[in-house]
């Protein structure tokens, strides 16, 4: 446990920031001074109880007797100490992220919350700027998380990284629109059975997506801990020849107050499959359970399947809405980081990123049989200039260049490099993330 003293910089500045209503250098004067009280650090094992016990109270979800421990390591917490009680809570988990195939090392802001007599302080931009100048130093390349209200992480250079559907429909009414055979069984089984078919799915479905954080024992270790008791079910498809070739967890419960119809509910909180036999595998056993007139399912790709085989697509009744928000530590090694899937040379300049100024300057990108080679190029004319937020949601493939000029969000110095940036930032998957942490 070490007290983080690495000097600050207090209130951001520049073209991509809020309007202040104050003189920027006194407001950042007066943050600083309230900061002086305050210790900052990692919880210890004994704190973490107080730990919980805020997070339970910011996000309106106490910790209730059965309730299982955090599954945050004390060493992963950081947080803002007033007279030996904590004031402000913030931790991030050490994630391994495919950026398009390729995996980097990202970590994952969770908890994120202030005791409400402190707030005001600018203990949540001191916490979070902690974190990215900690993140830098594990040599994590970006920082990603799920965020309660977009608007807090933007000004902290967070970029939208990926969108999220969430499907709501009568299982009678989801058929195929062409009628193909599925080779294959469902079992519904437990974790020792399922632990090894399962993880196996997921890594087959994950190594090549985009976004989609590989899982550490704890994440799995919660989708079974209610399988375990009964109270959800985790299903696993095997094909004719009895490989598994996916899965879902999902729980099912008595509707309140539908007046007609099914008298129940289901609800899938995870589904991966290694092939479309597996993937319709899984939806006909969701459709077989008659007594079910509701099925729920979040967090779905942008991409998923459902659009392109079901009869009567709107019976999904699909939303859309922000997930992940992705802000870049390091410009340099988080674009060699990603897989590209073609040849290709850009310069980009980086401006206005007060939080981590080291990422300020112009670079030129060299892609090369899918590797990024990455340049400082400072003295040469950028081919587009753009804020830390705006490439955050360029380089994980959220959004096109073209798109990203449109709005005004890059300035364009070449305006032959729109289409071949696209293509060139392009990724094989919507970016996607299926749990929350």
Same mark, same amino acid.
């Given at each position: 446990m070490s007290i983080c003293t690495i000097g600050r910089k207090g209130v951001a500045k520049g073209p991509y920031c809020p309007v202040r209503t104050m003189d920027v250098e006194y407001e950042q004067e007066l943050l600083m001074s309230q900061l002086e009280n305050f210790e900052f650090r990692s919880a210890t094992a004994e704190e973490m109880d107080q730990f919980r016990r805020i997070a339970?109270?910011?996000?309106?979800?106490? @910790?209730?007797?059965?309730? @299982?421990?955090?599954?945050?390591? @004390?060493?992963?917490?950081?947080?803002?100490?007033?007279?030996?009680?904590i004031a402000a809570i913030s931790g991030t988990y050490p994630f391994l992220v495919p950026l398009n195939g390729k995996i980097a090392d990202i970590h994952g802001v969770t908890a994120v919350g202030t005791e409400p007599e402190f707030r005001r302080m600018g203990l949540i931009r001191r916490l979070i700027t902690d974190l990215l100048y900690r993140g830098k130093e594990q040599g994590q390349v970006a920082s990603m998380l799920l965020a309660s209200m977009g608007a807090i992480y933007q000004r902290f250079g967070y970029g939208l990284g990926s969108r999220a559907m969430s499907y709501e429909f009568d299982p009678r009414e989801a058929e195929f629109q062409f009628p193909i055979e599925v080779n294959g069984h469902i079992r519904r089984m437990k974790k020792e059975d399922a632990l090894p078919a399962v993880k196996g799915i997921f890594d087959t479905y994950a190594k090549d997506r985009n976004l989609l954080a590989l899982r550490h024992d704890v994440v799995w270790e919660d989708y079974f801990s209610d399988v375990e008791k009964d109270k959800s079910y985790c299903a696993v498809h095997f094909d004719g020849d009895d490989n598994p070739d996916g899965y879902c967890f999902y729980t099912t419960r008595w509707s309140q107050g539908r007046e007609a119809g099914p008298p129940q509910d289901l609800t899938i909180s995870d589904l991966a499959y290694t092939s479309m036999n597996g993937y319709r595998g899984l939806w006909q056993y969701i459709r077989s359970h008659d007594l079910v007139g509701r099925v729920y399912w979040g967090n779905v790709p942008e991409d998923d399947p459902a659009y392109g085989i079901l009869l009567e697509p709107r019976c999904l009744h699909a939303r859309l809405t922000d997930s992940l928000w992705f802000r870049i530590i390091d410009v340099a090694d988080m674009l060699a980081a990603r897989h590209y899937d073609m040849d290709g040379d850009i310069v980009i300049g980086v401006e206005g990123d007060d939080l981590c100024d080291w990422n300020n300057g112009v670079y030129a990108l060299h892609a090369r049989n899918g590797e990024g080679e990455v340049i400082s190029a400072e003295g040469k004319e950028p081919d587009i200039v753009c804020s830390i937020n705006g490439l955050a949601s360029l380089a994980t493939g959220f959004t096109d260049m073209t798109w990203l000029a449109r709005?005004?969000?890059?300035?364009?110095?070449?305006?032959?490099?729109?289409?071949?940036g696209d293509r060139l930032f392009k990724t094989r998957y919507r970016p996607s993330l299926s749990f929350g942490f």
């Open positions: 339970g109270y910011v996000f309106a979800n106490p @910790p209730q007797p059965d309730s @299982p421990p955090s599954r945050l390591d @004390p060493d992963w917490s950081h947080c803002a100490f007033r007279d030996g009680k709005i005004g969000r890059i300035r364009i110095n070449d305006t032959s490099k729109l289409g071949y």
